[in-house]
Nanobody
Framework: QVQLVESGGGLVQAGGSLRLSCAAS????????MGWFRQAPGKEREIVAA????????YYKDSVRGRFAISRDNPKNTVYLQMDSLKPEDTAVYYC???????????????WGQGTQVTVSS
């Protein structure tokens, strides 16, 4: 069982930056791949980025590659999403999630945080 708590969302102007954090409970954090997802109003939840348990494997959605960076600090049981050059279309609720194996498939993720709102104004 893993409990996830996101933080770091907020309101930012286009071109700005935010860093999201996700703190995980439990002593087996390194066994989980971690992902960041987002859901905008009226749209399906989509994966933004994922990182393997060791941190060596990373995946990015095409539209965020080069602007967003996922990382994890295993001793701190925390995963981050650094978001730069933000665009209004990045506006969404952002969720972190944990999976038993590295995946960009929504159905692989077993545990979810409550989400944090990111709003990018034009």
């Amino acid at each position: 069982q893993v409990q996830l708590v996101e933080s770091g969302g907020g309101l930012v102007q286009a071109g700005g930056s935010l860093r999201l954090s996700c703190a995980a409970s439990g002593r087996t954090f390194t066994t989980y791949a971690m992902g960041w997802f987002r859901q905008a109003p009226g749209k399906e939840r989509e994966i933004v980025a994922a990182v393997s348990g060791s941190g060596s494997g990373k995946y990015y959605k095409d539209s965020v590659r080069g602007r967003f960076a996922i990382s994890r600090d295993n001793p701190k049981n925390t995963v981050y999403l650094q978001m730069d050059s933000l665009k209004p279309e990045d506006t969404a609720v952002y969720y972190c999630a944990a999976a038993d194996s590295f995946s960009n498939d929504y159905s692989s993720y077993l545990y979810w945080g409550q989400g944090t709102q990111v709003t990018v104004s034009s």
